[in-house]
């Protein structure tokens, strides 16, 4: 026996084109949609692992433009303010800190980066509550220093691949002219880590004469601790400001806001056009078979047979664009992560659209809705043709 | 079979149409009974109402007065006016069609076209009937080509096989040789008798070729709308000549 998905299978292959052309419109919207609900998903992952793979939840600062700050840490920058390290100790009394650790952050021109030249920058850590911290940074190669007043350097793994370094090796750091020898290359960790090089808090001190100073204080917390009573606390040191990693998530988080708008507005129209395309392709095919629908009713078809026919043709013409737009979607994820990465003010790093199952089937479920509020006017339109005004009229309508 | 059993009966069927501000009446007070295992053509010139009055028979329109039965059973009649709905359901139960313009599905192949009817209702006791009837009407070695591969003439053979898939009491056949040459169209009036002889199936035939309707066991005439049958000395004069088919 023909089933009623043959038979509306069949009516779509007779106007190849035009089928396949609402396909590819169904497509590309499902498309924009599953990478901007990946992109929602994605952003927020990675931003999440860029700020757990800190190792720590509250930073403390130097006065300055909070902004600053967040993108200083995030980021590297340059025109730091210092802080006494003597902050740490007040700083580690406080029964919600777990623990602490102190980083100097120093850039230099290096003429050698890229054209012309460009931003070094160095993190000065202190060996033992760092790592303590960073206990997820693994070593490709070597270990962490071997004192806290060595001329060594640990590099991020795009630092060493960069640069084509391996453990031995002897970097000079550029104005300075001092060298240190390369004793440990970390495994990616997908985070700005990979492009950094750690040396030993004390001895980029002495190298830029801020012996006891500091830019960042980082801070562990204890679980379950209050972070907003500390927050309330340490708002009251000197000279300090306190960023929550929290916050600066919600900061980028609302920057980004604005672009998940544009994105959510572009997926919307393409959505909107796909069903009026639907519609059309639809309508036109009821029209076209205006005969061939009374003549169907005539050989024993209910009203709710040809709207089921109608409706099932609606549905084929959705699911293949779903289908489709999704696998589009899951190949050029890449490109599309170049793209948004392109057009976003701040983006973490590591895949910006995260498209997996869960999303992959809302898309389809979602264009699969759409597809059947669109077969809806064209279903009912064709269910309630008259056999009789169809033989009647060769022209009909 | 009972010969005499009554397969349509209608009295006083009339339907007008309102164009404007005139009435027509395309059929007016027909009556007549038609027995099961019967074949009958209707024929007159155009407009006379012979389609309306098959229409009407068929199921496929109310009338606006009068009463049809099917067996013993009322369809219309006293002011009785049935939904698309009901007149699908009896249509599909009782009626098969075929048309001037065969109206298959172009892609579809032969055999699911024939298939087509049994998608939407099957009658118990049709699971192999398509085969059958594609090897009664001598079109299995056709099966599976599409309606653009085959001849008018097999595309005809085809829509019997079609409006015959649920095994029908009465098939109705509107104009079924319009679009064939004189060859063909013997060949599918020999098809209407031997279907009618073979499964006792009850044949109402709308032509305007005489030569054709002569096949029939009865022959009514329709004009203006009234109907009358010929017989006798009549139906002489009407179809002068013997068919060949």
Redesign the interface.
């Known amino acids: 026996m023909i089933t009623n998905f043959q038979v509306a299978y069949k009516n779509l292959l007779r106007k190849k084109v035009r089928s396949l052309l609402t396909i590819i419109g169904i497509a590309l919207s499902a498309w924009v949609l599953v990478s901007l609900l990946g992109f929602n998903h994605g952003y927020e992952t990675a931003l999440n692992r860029d700020i757990d793979n800190m190792g720590f939840q509250l930073m403390i600062m130097a006065k300055g433009c909070p902004y600053e700050a967040a993108t200083m840490m995030l980021k590297g920058g340059t025109g730091f303010r210092y802080m006494k390290g003597s902050v740490m100790e007040d700083i580690a009394k406080e029964p919600e800190v777990e623990k602490v650790t102190p980083i100097l952050m120093q850039a230099v021109f290096d003429p050698n980066k890229g054209e012309s030249g460009g931003i070094a920058g160095y993190f000065g850590v202190d060996p033992k509550s760092f790592v303590e911290m960073k206990t997820f940074l693994k070593f490709r190669q070597g270990h962490w220093f071997a004192d806290e007043n060595a001329y060594e350097a640990v590099m991020g793994y795009e630092a060493a691949e960069l640069e084509q370094r391996e453990v031995g090796d002897i970097i000079l750091m550029p104005e300075k002219n001092i060298q240190f020898k390369v004793v440990g290359i970390l495994n990616r960790t997908g985070t700005q880590d990979d492009g950094t090089i750690f040396v030993p808090l004390k001895t980029i001190q002495k190298i830029f004469k801020k012996e006891g100073e500091i830019t960042t204080v980082g801070i562990k917390l204890r679980k379950d601790a209050n972070s907003a009573r500390l927050e309330a606390k340490l708002y009251n040191l000197p000279n300090v400001q306190v960023v929550s990693l929290a916050q600066v998530k919600e900061t980028i988080m609302k920057l980004i806001s604005t672009a998940k708008v544009m994105v959510l507005s572009i997926a919307i129209i393409a959505i909107l056009i796909a069903m009026v395309g639907v519609i059309n392709t639809i309508l036109m095919s009821v029209h076209e078979r205006f005969q061939e629908i009374g003549i169907l009713k005539t050989i024993g078809a209910m009203p709710w047979d040809i709207f089921k026919l109608i409706w099932t043709e609606t549905l084929i013409l959705c699911s293949s664009g779903g289908i489709l737009g999704i696998v589009l979607a899951l190949i050029l994820s890449r490109i599309s992560d170049v793209v948004i990465r392109s057009i976003l003010p701040y983006a973490p790093s590591g895949g910006l659209v995260l498209i997996d199952i869960k999303l992959a089937l809302i898309t389809f479920i979602a264009i699969l809705c759409i597809g059947l509020l669109s077969g809806l006017y064209p279903a009912w339109k064709a269910g309630r043709i008259r056999p009789l005004e169809a033989i009647r009229n060769e022209t009909g309508r | 079979m009972n010969a005499n059993a009554v397969s349509l009966e209608a009295i006083s069927l009339t339907k007008v149409y309102v164009r404007g501000s005139e009435e027509i009446k395309a059929v007016n007070d027909v009556s007549l009974r038609i027995n099961k295992g019967d074949f009958i053509s209707i024929i007159g010139p155009s407009g006379s109402g012979k389609t309306t009055l098959v229409?009407l028979l068929g199921c496929?329109?109310n009338p606006t007065a009068g009463e049809l039965s099917l067996g013993s059973k009322s369809i219309f009649g006293r002011a009785k006016y049935l939904s698309?709905?009901d007149l699908?359901?009896i249509?599909?139960e009782t009626f098969g069609?075929i048309?001037q313009?065969f109206?298959l599905?172009?892609?579809?192949t032969v055999m699911?076209n024939v298939?087509?009817?049994?998608?939407?209702?099957?009658k118990p006791g049709t699971e192999n009937e398509t085969l059958r009837l594609l090897q009664l009407l001598g079109m299995d070695h056709r099966k599976d080509h599409l309606p653009a591969q085959i001849s008018g003439g097999e595309m005809q053979r085809v829509a019997i096989a079609?409006?015959m898939v649920?095994m029908p009491e009465i098939l109705l056949a509107d104009e079924p040789t319009g679009n064939l040459d004189t060859k063909r169209s013997a060949e599918i009036v020999h098809v209407l008798r031997e279907l009618n002889r073979d499964v006792h199936l009850t044949v109402i035939m709308v032509t305007h070729n005489q030569e054709l309707a002569r096949q029939a066991d009865r022959l009514f005439e329709m004009r203006d709308g009234l109907i009358s049958e010929l017989k006798g000395q009549d139906r002489s004069d009407r179809c002068l000549q013997p068919l060949s088919p």
């Open positions: 229409n496929l329109e698309e709905r699908t359901k249509r599909r069609y048309f313009n109206y599905i172009p892609t579809l699911e298939m087509l009817p049994l998608t939407f209702y099957r079609r409006a649920n």
